[in-house]
């Protein structure tokens, strides 16, 4: 059997040790079986916070602050694929299962699930469980849900557009309600990921939702997680309060019964020295996306904390396959060694995050660990240039080919613009006229890169099931409207073979056979480069020092019921 090692919660800098009166970092091993078939070792360190206040135990009330690093596009739990969306729909919503700090899932609105044969899963739910607006939860509710995200332009809002999430339940085929508490998913084919993937996918209130419609509910949502929606618009900041009906959430995410927290506001703070001035501040109380270069500012301050772990959305520059000059693969390839990101990892992450050879993370289970990272090389990328017929004709310092400048704009959002701006400047030394723009609407953005009228992206891609179903025919899969296959190609590749091993691999039940369909899509994927393979930053979050039983969470998702305030 195959294993990957994920390292959990990464010590932080050196230098915060140096900073800080920190006590020495824990270490916890443990051994994980997911489904029975992938063994995923994980290490985790505990990082004392500066100053450690002593607590009798749990405390109830207070409103808590987050920072968020990218804007929210909706707060309807079928429409979106971003983290910050997540981070706060799953604080208003809950799914059948959901999944912990640490990568397990464990039965959330379920109580029970049993994989009666092949294609067929069965979910008992919880009795007495209510929406915010006090309908109870059934069956038709979970069947309702599911038939919005798999039926073709299910989503009637802002114009009719089938679900971005569909991808992430790709087998699923129909939903049975057998009696009030009992539900059924029939898959077209095995699917060893089913109970991963499950943990996407929200439970929305069918006679509330009917009532209003779409475009009401986008603006006043109910759910049945232990927030309930107050006000807020989705650019500026969201505001939630305690539902006090709440069923109690997982068993086994203690404490379970209704939140502690009176309630979270989630503020947009796109800006990185905005989120660490709120911060230190209190404007704010919990922080993401924290900057390295500020982590020894933020180590000096008695009332913070900070916490490091990897992350799983691996980071690269996509090209625009279809146009020149990236429809050339010397270009591409030239780019590869063109960048050094290691350099970039350094000097922009603080060294925090690891260099990704291909298309997948190093800690996905089915990573191919004899693929190795282009390695920057400027001599061999200035040669595949001139081989594609990219020289520096006229001597101004920049490559050209038929009187056309090598030129191009990288397209970034908020949250990546320091790594964009590090790329471009790499590319601009080597003659590259490579340039940097900022979008704050990614909802804009997005559908003109899937129709191939932008260059290049950077950006990242989830990875939080530790498996290519969800990844890799997002990113890889030539784009199929409608299936929710490329619906994260920004790229435009499209190989056909690639999509016939995708395909494949998503329902083969046989742990090896997956291995070897995965490795040769990956080796496929790195020889034609559609991208410029980056890295796995560490994902580094900040809060103040009252805040209790929380911690990185390497899906990204800030999980507020369990997490509490002290005085």
């Known amino acids: 059997m195959r294993t990957n090692r994920f390292v959990l919660f990464g010590a932080l800098l050196l230098l915060i040790a140096a900073l800080t ?16 078939t992938v063994v ?19 405390q109830k009330g207070g409103t808590l602050a987050i920072g968020l690093a990218d804007e929210v596009v909706t707060l309807d739990p079928a429409d979106y694929r971003d983290r910050a969306t997540e981070t706060v729909i799953r604080n208003m919503f809950d799914g059948l299962v959901t999944r912990t700090t640490d990568g397990r899932v464990v039965l959330e609105l379920a109580k029970s699930a049993e994989l009666i044969d092949d294609t067929t899963w069965e979910f008992v739910l919880k009795q007495g469980v209510t929406f915010h607006n006090g309908e109870a939860l059934t069956a038709e509710d979970v069947k309702f849900t599911f038939d919005r995200i798999i039926s073709e332009n299910g989503i009637d809002y802002p114009e009719a557009h089938t679900s971005s999430r569909k991808g992430l339940i790709a087998p699923l085929e129909s939903v049975e309600v057998v009696d009030d508490y009992t539900v059924r998913f029939h898959l077209s084919a095995p699917w060893p990921v089913a109970m991963q993937m499950f943990v996407h996918q929200q439970i929305i209130p069918k006679d509330y939702f009917e009532e209003v419609g779409n475009e009401r509910f986008n603006k006043a949502p109910v759910g049945a997680g232990p927030f309930k929606f107050v006000k807020g618009s989705l650019g500026d900041q969201i505001v939630l309060e305690r539902f006090e009906n709440y069923y109690g959430g997982a068993d086994e995410l203690p404490p379970v019964g209704p939140a502690l927290l009176d309630g979270i506001v989630f503020k947009v703070l796109p800006e990185a020295s905005t989120r660490v001035a709120a911060l230190r501040s209190g404007e704010v109380n919990i922080i993401q996306a924290v900057p390295s270069h500020m982590i020894p500012v933020l180590a000096t301050d008695p009332n913070v904390q900070v916490v490091s772990g990897p992350s799983t959305q691996p980071t690269w520059m996509e090209m625009n396959v279809n146009k ?31 260099i990704i050879p291909g298309p997948l993370s190093p800690y996905n289970n089915f990573a191919d660990n004899s693929l190795k990272p282009y390695g920057y090389d400027a001599d061999k990328a200035l040669a595949l240039l001139a081989e594609a017929g990219w020289t520096d004709s006229d001597g101004d310092g920049f490559l050209d080919k038929d009187g056309t400048k090598f030129s191009f704009v990288i397209d970034v959002r908020p949250s990546s613009k320091a ?38 992206y950077i950006g990242s891609w989830g990875d939080s099931a530790f498996d290519p179903v969800g990844h890799f025919e997002a ?34 039940p046989n742990v090896e056979k997956r291995h070897d369909i995965y ?16 890295f796995l930053p560490d994902i580094i979050e900040a809060s103040t020092t009252n805040v209790r039983n929380w911690n990185v969470s390497a899906d990204g998702r800030l999980n507020m019921h369990d997490v509490w305030l002290s005085d």
């Open 419 to 456: 790594i964009a701006e590090a790329v471009a400047g790499q590319l601009q030394d080597l003659g590259v006229d490579a340039s940097v723009r900022v979008w704050g609407d990614y909802s804009v953005l997005k559908p003109l890169m899937l129709e191939g009228e932008r260059m290049a």
């Open 475 to 508: 990113k890889w899969h030539t784009r199929v409207e409608g299936t929710g296959n490329g619906r994260g190609n920004f790229s435009g590749y499209s190989n056909a073979r690639v999509d016939e091993l995708i395909e494949a691999g998503e329902v083969e």
């Open 519 to 534: 490795d040769e899509a990956q080796q496929i994927v790195y020889n034609e480069v559609p991208a410029v393979f980056l």
């Open 324 to 354: 020149p000059p990236f429809d050339d693969i010397r270009v591409r390839q030239a780019m590869n060694y063109a960048v050094d990101a290691q350099t970039i990892l350094d000097t922009v992450l603080g060294g925090l995050g690891i």
């Open 40 to 58: 995923v070792e994980k290490e985790v360190k505990t990082i004392v916070e500066v100053t450690a206040t002593p607590v009798t135990g749990p």
């Open 21 to 36: 009166a920190c006590t020495a970092p824990q270490t916890v091993k443990e051994t994980v079986v997911v489904k029975e």
